[in-house]
């Protein structure tokens, strides 16, 4: 395998919240309760809730190191990233963060953590070794979402209330571009050869497609959809489909990345928000805010095979070893 | 790096810092003086008036952030901040301003304020913005295609507050206490399209303080709910003897922002107030932008200071996203892009009166604590409405306006 397709499937388990999985162990899905003040543990396998970590107040953002040995998550009201070992299933730490943090992203080798400071309308990046911010850039108005490029080159930063998304060249800390995308951008998900990039616009009911090499929007794929308000987005590890929570319109959309279609709408929860994909793809996982659980869908049946109930205001998935 | 909330909030007789106020004071004969140094040019004509102090924090706070978010395209937006001494000075300076280059003209604190802008908007080709009148007239047998609003309708108000009342509340019969026939015919005509009955329909006279010979036509007719369209320093009188007399008719308080309504602690304000913006509101970021309004000024964002700045945020949107001539933008306006105006819905104009749909609020007297509610006499109790936007307005009427 070349370096490069390493790289590429190293960003891909890191962004799709995997790691190695030991030998003999079953993948567990982390959820963030936003009201609960804790994560739930789902075994993905048996589709069932095994545990649940307290962590701190205002648990929302995800994100696991490519080990799998430790769990980040952005605490809202204690200004923190509080990192959980996920062995022992308790808070070891917490990294200053800012005001109020939201979302967050590793770097393909877990040396960094990328987070957007809303308050400050900059984004950061953060030494995860040494626990502080090493460098900060400005962006645009209410910056929220963060995800990195499979080569881990690029880093894109939502901003809701402008409306942009301010490309950040890694080394050195820079923005290089802004993209003007629809209404209310909130995540990014790369394409796995890191060609495409596709940004949710909650207000806009739409997504953004940009073409990462150009630093240009492409194309706009527009939900037709009663009340759907794209949130989270994930794109399948063939890099066939993107699947895009729809909030309150109480569906996930899956997207031809082929021809940027909607191909169809699978009901799930409600007010799906967070997503995550099994390393095989096989299954997808949404965390739905208003019913407090996890729906677990089979992607290649195109439905919901089970519902597990989660905690207090279900936000962010990621999903493990 | 120097977070941009740690400034020192300004204040409302602070000094105008950043370079883009700089024109502010300045005459538009002045303003024309430097052509080709923006790409758009916005002015604020806001005379002196009860809602003034909001729409202009509005501003700049609008202004700062669409410029901000056109310099990031490599474009600049520059506000004209002409003095305005008095109304009938608006339609020169207005005229002036045109002539020098300004295209979009923001304002409107009062209904003869806007009805002046919309003229010299219409004659002149250019757009305006209303960002305070909530006459319905303006929106109706006066409307133009000039004229975008971004303030609530009267309609909208007593709207959001009768679809509360039928739907929610299930009362139908209703009375009518004010001394404004434009409410006396929104309330009219609210009653007939929800199928409300107006059981009686009481004059105010302004500054009395004896409300008894109305409250006795109240207590003889009984009804469910009663409209107060009252000038606010009448209604703490009202409210007193009101509950002294122990009427049991729901309340519900009629004022054009949260700027207007009465100075009462929550002991003694009563009923329901439909307002268009709250600074106690959370959701879908609304708690961002209520924050950043506070840091800045440190007074609340209210529903004047939120159409101003909204006025401002959809103009820099459609610099870059149509173009910078007032047709472009009317153009832009006019295709329903969605609006974000954290309100967790995409906002749009109607294209019969160029009217934002957009959801209101219904206010009651804070339960909190004295010294709890945040400066304020009232909480947010309900979204209205929760389903489609058009819900809160009248059917149309064939003397409406169709643009």
């Known amino acids: 395998m070349k370096r490069g397709t390493l790289v590429a499937a190293a960003w891909w388990a890191v962004s799709a919240g995997l790691a190695v999985r030991p030998a003999g162990a079953q993948p567990l899905a982390y959820v963030s309760n936003e009201w609960a003040n804790e994560i739930t543990v789902i075994d993905v396998a048996t589709k069932t809730a095994v545990a649940t970590i307290p962590v701190g107040k205002r648990p929302r953002g995800l994100g696991l190191s490519p080990d799998g040995h430790h769990l980040y998550t952005a605490l809202g009201s204690e200004d923190a990233i509080a990192i959980v070992d996920t062995a022992e299933r308790k808070v070891i730490g917490k990294i200053p963060a800012g005001s109020d943090p939201e979302m967050f992203a590793l770097s393909p080798d877990g040396s960094r953590i990328y987070a957007s400071n809303e308050d400050a309308n900059s984004a950061s990046a953060i030494d995860v070794r040494a626990r502080r911010v090493i460098a900060s850039v400005p962006v645009g108005i209410e910056p929220e979402g963060v995800a990195v490029s499979p080569d881990g080159k690029w880093i894109y930063v939502t901003s809701e209330s402008t409306h942009t998304v301010s490309v950040i060249q890694n080394r050195p800390f820079k923005v290089v571009a802004t993209l003007l995308v629809a209404s209310r951008p909130r995540e990014t998900a790369f394409t796995p050869d890191g060609s495409r990039a596709y940004v949710t616009a909650e207000i806009g009911g739409a997504i953004s ?64 928000w967070g997503l995550a994909l099994t390393r095989d793809g096989r299954f997808l996982l949404t965390a739905n805010g208003v019913s407090e659980d996890v729906s677990i869908i089979d992607t290649e049946a195109g439905r919901v095979v089970a519902t597990v109930a989660a905690g207090k205001g279900a936000w962010g998935v990621v999903v493990g070893p | 790096m120097k977070p941009r909330g740690h400034r020192h909030p300004e204040t409302q007789a602070g000094a105008l810092s950043r370079r883009r106020f700089l024109f502010g004071g300045l ?184 409300w008894r010979p109305p409250l006795e036509r109240l207590r003889a007719a009984a009804p469910e709910a009663l409209w107060l369209g009252l000038r606010a320093g009448d209604v703490p009188g009202f409210l007193q003897q009101y509950a002294q007399a122990g009427l049991a008719g729901e309340l519900v308080g009629l004022t054009p922002d949260a700027v207007g309504l009465p100075k009462l602690d929550g002991a003694a304000l009563s009923g329901v107030w439909p307002l268009m913006w709250h600074h106690t509101l959370e959701k879908y970021s609304a708690r961002d932008l209520n924050s950043r309004h506070r840091r800045r000024f440190a007074e609340p964002l209210d529903g004047a200071s939120w159409s101003s700045w909204a006025a401002f945020k959809l103009v820099g949107e459609a610099l870059l996203r149509a173009g ?5 933008i009317l153009e832009y306006f006019e295709s329903d892009p969605p609006f974000d105006g954290h309100k967790g819905r995409p906002l749009t104009f109607r294209k019969r009166d160029h009217q934002l749909r957009q959801p209101m609020y219904l206010a009651q007297a804070s339960k909190a604590p004295p010294g709890e509610s945040d400066a304020s006499p009232v909480e947010v109790i309900a979204e209205v409405p929760r389903g489609d936007l058009d819900a809160i307005f009248l059917p149309p009427r064939d003397e409406g306006c169709s643009i």
């Open chain 2, 324 to 328: 910078t001539t007032p047709q472009a």
């Open chain 2, 27 to 210: 005459s538009a004969g002045l303003l024309a003086d430097r052509p080709g140094r923006a790409d758009l040019r916005i002015a604020l004509l806001n005379p002196p008036g009860p809602l003034a102090p909001s729409i202009l924090r509005g501003a700049k706070m609008g202004i700062t952030e669409a410029d901000s978010l056109a310099q990031m395209f490599g474009k600049r937006i520059e506000l004209a901040l002409p003095s305005v001494p008095g109304p009938e000075r608006l339609a020169s300076v207005a005229s002036d301003l045109l002539k020098g280059g300004v295209t979009v003209l923001v304002g409107g604190g009062d209904e003869p304020a806007a009805e002046v802008l919309r003229e010299v908007a219409r004659e002149g080709r250019a757009l305006f913005l209303n960002v305070g009148s909530v006459s319905d007239r303006m929106r109706m047998e006066r409307c133009d295609r000039h004229t975008f609003h971004l303030h609530a309708s009267l309609q909208m108000y007593v709207g959001a507050a009768g679809f509360w009342l039928v739907e929610e509340k299930k009362l139908r019969r209703w009375a009518v206490l004010t001394e404004s026939d434009e409410v006396r015919r929104a309330v009219i005509a609210l009653a007939e399209a929800r199928g409300a009955t107006l059981v009686e329909d009481a004059l105010a006279v302004s500054g009395t303080s004896d």
């Open chain 1, 209 to 272: 497609v940009i073409d990462v090499r150009k630093k240009a929007v492409i194309g706009t794929i527009r939900l037709e959809r009663e009340g759907a308000r794209p949130k989270g987005v994930v794109v399948h590890p063939n890099g066939k489909r993107a699947y895009v929570s729809t909030g309150s319109g109480n569906e996930v959309a899956v997207i031809d990345t082929e021809t940027d279609r909607v191909l169809t709408y699978i009901p799930v929860g409600r007010r799906p």
